[in-house]
T-cell receptor
């Protein structure tokens, strides 16, 4: 079965530090990839997505992610984090062959210290 | 455009009681999803509707959970009777359903079962 693995469950950074959150998926076919963010007390929001084309995708708030097909990875990056980036980050993959079901990672909790 | 609406935002009930949640998706979105999100975990799909038909309810505990989407627009999710382990946030999401796999989430309903 399709699965998504997020390597870091809890990350603590200081402001201005660089961020990279790992995400690997198991499906070998055509995939559509997402990063969602959930700020404290708020609902899930789309951060960025990859469907096709340029494997380096840019999202909101300075985030970007790189799709590396050979590594089944879609890591999220930000060169300089801010306190307001404190949130839960979820990687998700659409299983196009399974009713377009969204397969979720367990999430990574990011805390940015001012 | 208006987002996904959910109500109530919070609900506290005793075990063995019943509860119902309501969701109004983004206008024109054919696909509607109900998720259960337990603290510290990613969302778990409970049921997926395409218009007013069920596409996937494989993870819905059908002995106590039920959902309907009358007329292919609004949807309700019911739990009867509730158990302590049902304490979670119940998320509703919608997507256009045709060629787009992006899901838009509502604010969720936080259920506490005591």
């Amino acid at each position: 079965a399709q699965s998504v693995s997020q390597h870091n469950h809890h990350v603590i950074l200081s402001e201005a530090a660089s961020l990279e959150l790992g995400c690997n998926y198991s499906y070998g076919g055509t995939v559509n990839l997402f990063w969602y963010v959930q700020y404290p007390g708020q609902h899930l929001q789309l951060l960025l997505k990859y469907f096709s084309g340029d494997p380096l995708v840019k999202g909101i708030k300075g985030f970007e992610a790189e799709f590396i097909k050979s590594k089944f990875s879609f890591n999220l990056r930000k060169p300089s984090v801010q306190w307001s980036d404190t949130a839960e980050y979820f990687c998700a993959v659409v299983d196009a062959g399974n009713n377009r079901k969204l397969i979720w990672g367990l999430g990574t909790s990011l805390a940015v210290n001012p | 455009e208006a987002g996904v609406a959910q109500s109530p935002r919070y609900k506290i009930i005793e075990k063995r009681q019943s509860v119902a949640f309501w969701c109004n998706p983004i206008s024109g979105h054919a696909t509607l999803y109900w998720y259960q999100q337990i603290l510290g975990q990613g969302p778990k799909l409970l049921i997926q509707f395409q218009n007013n038909g069920v596409v996937d309810d494989s993870q819905l505990p059908k002995d106590r959970f039920s959902a309907e989407r009358l007329k292919g627009v609004d949807s309700t999710l019911k739990i009867q009777p509730a158990k302590l382990e049902d304490s979670a946030v119940y998320l509703c999401a919608s997507s256009p359903g045709t060629g787009s796999f992006e899901q838009y989430f509502g604010p969720g309903t936080r259920l506490t079962v005591t």
